[in-house]
């Protein structure tokens, strides 16, 4: 069997008592594309009606490929950025036109980027490709109707920030989904059927999720009660199902759990120790303390790296896992350009002696003071020619992904900064959530040995 859970940090699952899952994303799945359409489709609306925005710009059609996960939005210039492990700029946008290495290197020079400066924001989840993609529009369409009264860059890209949350927040998006689940969400038995087995062997499971108990009620009626065998309701799968949890302050704040009634969705006070039941808010400090368990014991999985992994890597010892949705293609993909990535190399190395040549012969003229040689003029001509096959290579292996972006996980050798990101902070990564709940509980996921430079020397 192909392995489809990725290691970053050996994991004994045996060892876990307790999973976790986030629920947008990660437990329940979603239609990604009709969900960002949408979103797009309702963010444009609210910008003409509440921020003013001159009409035209109902006319946009989303362009699902516009934006990948792990891109950075500069707002201030309005570029969209793909940026390697070490912030250095490996591909750019400016609106809806490719930046080419010239323009990239006017606006940026050879910097490393910040990330942590908040002009920039990262496109870090699946329910960010819309406010990515609109927001290229945007400056494309103030770039090109200089006439229209659109404010500056920065401020769209504000502007349009807060009307993405405005949307989430009010419960105007979650109407839309509600009134047609079909078309947004997933249905995945295998995700039950994986949970039950689970189950069977002792895991503890539950829920932590920052949507709130109606929307969770919602979606979990749906996509996970018709399947239930076991357990008549998905209260008896979860032990806790936590709703409205404000991660990632969960993780490192001291907020009080309330209690939810299931039939009333009332609320009140949560007086000691947890017990099994539907809560909002909380805090990871209480919840370790009350299930007396060591956090390495827990096991939390999400999709959102900000949100779901990184401050809970940074502020607790729970064990993590990512579910990344775009790497499914990019896992087949990747078998698809390997004949090509072959070739690449195969140049890479041809082009090697050559360079290697190139040195020795320049640093022998200087050396012993000899007069320039036509040689060395040659040998650039060959690496020229090199260069250009190289090029028609690259360009070919990268039109199997993104048409604009390439791949999620790198920036042509190197990692992306998001694949960085993934490395740092979840112990294991796969596409979803059934690729781990098809493994036995008893697995023991072992992280391969990457040799470093110098031991591949
Ligand atoms: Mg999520």
């Given at each position: 069997m192909t392995e489809k859970v990725y290691v970053n940090r050996t994991l004994n699952l045996r060892k876990i008592r307790i999973i976790g899952f986030d629920m947008d994303h990660t437990l329940v799945r979603y239609h990604s594309e009709a969900f960002e359409e949408t979103t797009h489709r309702l963010v444009v609306e609210r910008l003409i009606r509440s921020k003013k925005y001159p009409e035209i710009i109902g006319s946009f059609a989303f362009d699902y490929n516009l934006a990948i996960r792990g891109l950075v939005i500069d707002k201030r210039k309005g570029n969209l950025l793909k940026v390697s492990r070490h912030g250095a700029i490996r591909a750019a946008m400016h609106g809806t036109k490719v930046m080419d290495f010239h323009d990239q290197k006017l606006a940026y020079g050879s910097t490393y980027i910040d990330l942590r400066d908040s002009r920039y924001s990262a496109v870090d989840t699946a329910f960010s490709l819309s406010t990515a993609s609109l927001f290229m529009q945007l400056v494309e369409c103030k770039d090109s109707n200089s006439s229209l009264a659109l404010p500056d860059y920065e401020?769209?890209?504000?502007?349009?920030?807060?009307?993405?949350?405005?949307?989430?927040?009010?419960?105007?998006?979650?109407?839309?989904?509600?009134?047609?689940?079909?078309?947004?969400?997933?249905?995945?038995?295998?995700?039950?059927?994986?949970?039950?087995?689970?189950?069977?062997?002792?895991?503890?499971?539950?829920?932590?999720?920052?949507?709130?108990?109606?929307?969770?009620?919602?979606?979990?009626?749906?996509?996970?009660?018709?399947?239930?065998?076991?357990?008549?309701?998905?209260?008896?799968?979860?032990?806790?199902?936590?709703?409205?949890?404000?991660?990632?302050?969960?993780?490192?704040?001291?907020?009080?759990?309330?209690?939810?009634?299931?039939?009333?969705?009332?609320?009140?006070?949560?007086?000691?120790?947890?017990?099994?039941?539907?809560?909002?808010?909380?805090?990871?400090?209480?919840?370790?303390?009350?299930?007396?368990?060591?956090?390495?014991?827990?096991?939390?999985?999400?999709?959102?790296?900000?949100?779901?992994?990184?401050?809970?890597?940074?502020?607790?010892?729970?064990?993590?896992?990512?579910?990344?949705?775009?790497?499914?293609?990019?896992?087949?993909?990747?078998?698809?350009?390997?004949?090509?990535?072959?070739?690449?190399?195969?140049?890479?190395?041809?082009?090697?002696?050559?360079?290697?040549?190139?040195?020795?012969?320049?640093?022998?003229?200087?050396?012993?003071?000899?007069?320039?040689?036509?040689?060395?003029?040659?040998l650039q001509k060959q690496i020229e020619q090199i260069d250009e096959k190289i090029g028609i290579k690259i360009r070919e292996r990268q039109n199997h992904f993104n048409p604009y972006w390439g791949e999620v996980m790198r920036t042509g050798n190197e990692e992306s900064y998001f694949a960085h990101q993934t490395e740092r902070f979840a112990c294991i990564y796969m596409t979803k959530l059934s690729d781990l709940l098809e493994m036995s509980p008893r697995t023991y996921f072992r992280a391969p040995r990457i040799p470093m430079p110098h031991e591949m020397s």
């Amino acid at each position: 069997m192909t392995e489809k859970v990725y290691v970053n940090r050996t994991l004994n699952l045996r060892k876990i008592r307790i999973i976790g899952f986030d629920m947008d994303h990660t437990l329940v799945r979603y239609h990604s594309e009709a969900f960002e359409e949408t979103t797009h489709r309702l963010v444009v609306e609210r910008l003409i009606r509440s921020k003013k925005y001159p009409e035209i710009i109902g006319s946009f059609a989303f362009d699902y490929n516009l934006a990948i996960r792990g891109l950075v939005i500069d707002k201030r210039k309005g570029n969209l950025l793909k940026v390697s492990r070490h912030g250095a700029i490996r591909a750019a946008m400016h609106g809806t036109k490719v930046m080419d290495f010239h323009d990239q290197k006017l606006a940026y020079g050879s910097t490393y980027i910040d990330l942590r400066d908040s002009r920039y924001s990262a496109v870090d989840t699946a329910f960010s490709l819309s406010t990515a993609s609109l927001f290229m529009q945007l400056v494309e369409c103030k770039d090109s109707n200089s006439s229209l009264a659109l404010p500056d860059y920065e401020q769209m890209a504000n502007d349009l920030m807060s009307e993405v949350d405005g949307a989430h927040r009010d419960g105007s998006l979650k109407g839309l989904v509600r009134k047609d689940l079909d078309k947004y969400i997933i249905k995945d038995p295998d995700v039950v059927e994986g949970l039950e087995k689970y189950r069977k062997h002792g895991k503890r499971l539950f829920l932590l999720t920052n949507s709130d108990f109606n929307y969770t009620k919602l979606l979990l009626d749906y996509a996970i009660q018709p399947f239930l065998k076991d357990v008549k309701h998905w209260s008896d799968l979860f032990e806790f199902v936590i709703t409205a949890a404000q991660k990632p302050r969960f993780f490192f704040d001291s907020i009080p759990f309330l209690k939810v009634d299931l039939a009333t969705a009332e609320m009140t006070n949560q007086e000691g120790v947890l017990v099994p039941g539907i809560y909002q808010g909380g805090c990871a400090q209480d919840f370790t303390r009350d299930l007396q368990l060591d956090g390495d014991e827990i096991l939390y999985l999400g999709d959102h790296i900000y949100g779901d992994i990184l401050r809970l890597k940074k502020d607790c010892n729970w064990r993590t896992a990512m579910v990344i949705e775009d790497l499914e293609c990019e896992v087949e993909k990747n078998k698809i350009v390997e004949p090509i990535q072959k070739d690449i190399e195969k140049l890479m190395n041809e082009k090697h002696p050559i360079e290697v040549k190139i040195v020795d012969t320049i640093s022998e003229q200087i050396e012993k003071k000899l007069s320039k040689s036509s040689e060395v003029e040659s040998l650039q001509k060959q690496i020229e020619q090199i260069d250009e096959k190289i090029g028609i290579k690259i360009r070919e292996r990268q039109n199997h992904f993104n048409p604009y972006w390439g791949e999620v996980m790198r920036t042509g050798n190197e990692e992306s900064y998001f694949a960085h990101q993934t490395e740092r902070f979840a112990c294991i990564y796969m596409t979803k959530l059934s690729d781990l709940l098809e493994m036995s509980p008893r697995t023991y996921f072992r992280a391969p040995r990457i040799p470093m430079p110098h031991e591949m020397s």
